[in-house]
C-alpha cells in the first residue's frame, strides 16, 4: 500500500552523528533508512518515531543556511508534563534550551522550544491534541 497525504519533513544537518543523537535523545527518533547521497559524500538518514507513517529526513551537507526557528519548529508529543520539565532540564544543562515550559492550556498544552546543533527548533509539548483536527 502507497502512503497518502504527509509523509515526511527534509532537514539538512551538518554533522550526522549529532543530530541523530539529539533527535534519538530528545524527540524518541529511531533509525529506519539510511543510506549514502548520492555523490557518496555524506549521508541520508529516515528516522521514525514507529507511531505513524511519518519520517523526519536528515540530509547532511557541508552548511545549514536556513535553519528552522522559533516559530517554525518540528513538534513531538510527549507522555507527560513531567516529561518535557525533564527534557527540558536536560537541554537546559546541555545550552539547548530556546524557551522555557509553558502552560498555554488547550489546544497547545504545556510545551518547550529546544535547538538541535544546526539551530532548528524542536518543540515538545504534552497536551497538543490534533488528534480532531479536521479539514474546514
Known sequence: MTDLGFTHIALEVSDMARSLDF???????????????????QEVVW???????FV???IETDRVDTP????????I??????EVAR???LARE???LAREP?????????????SDPDGHTLEIAFGQDVSGATVI
Not at 508529543?77 to 513531567?82: I, Q
Not at 498555554?104 to 522550544?113: E, I, K, N, T
Open 23 to 41: 533527535y534519538e535523545r530528545f524527540a524518541a527518533l529511531s533509525v529506519v533508512h539510511r543510506r549514502p547521497r548520492a555523490d557518496h559524500s
Open 47 to 53: 528516522l521514525a518515531d514507529g507511531l505513524r507513517p
Open 56 to 58: 523526519l529526513v536528515l
Open 94 to 96: 546541555a545550552g539547548i
Open 77 to 82: 508529543a510527549v507522555e507527560s508534563t513531567a
Open 87 to 89: 527534557l527540558a532540564d
Open 68 to 75: 528552522l526557528k522559533p516559530m517554525a519548529h518540528l513538534g
Open 102 to 114: 509553558e502552560d498555554s492550556g488547550p489546544p497547545v498544552g504545556y510545551w518547550a522550544l529546544l
